[in-house]
């Protein structure tokens, strides 16, 4: 079963998708030891949309999953 899962989340979201969820956990869970909860959304949030912004001109290369992802990630975070 868990085998099944992991393959299903590495075909789907790839390695660049986990590193996605992984990092956003981190930092919504810092942020939300530091700051509260509130600021730990919103500073995940905003950095997750800049970060896309920044590979879109300067890479060319923004992708929704990886918003996706990290949207994942921030609510493993808060859980």
């Known amino acids: 079963m868990i085998q099944k899962l992991s393959n299903w989340i590495n075909n789907k979201l790839g390695f660049d998708g986990m590193l996605h ?20 959304v919103i500073g995940t949030s905003m950095l997750s949309v800049l970060k896309e912004v920044y590979d879109h001109y300067n890479e060319g290369t923004s992708d929704k999953k990886d918003l996706f992802c990290d949207l994942i990630g921030i609510i493993i975070g808060i859980l």
Not at 21 to 40: Q, R, Y
């Open 21 to 40: 969820i992984v990092m956003a956990s981190i930092i919504t869970i810092a942020l939300n030891i530091c700051f509260g909860i509130i600021v730990a």
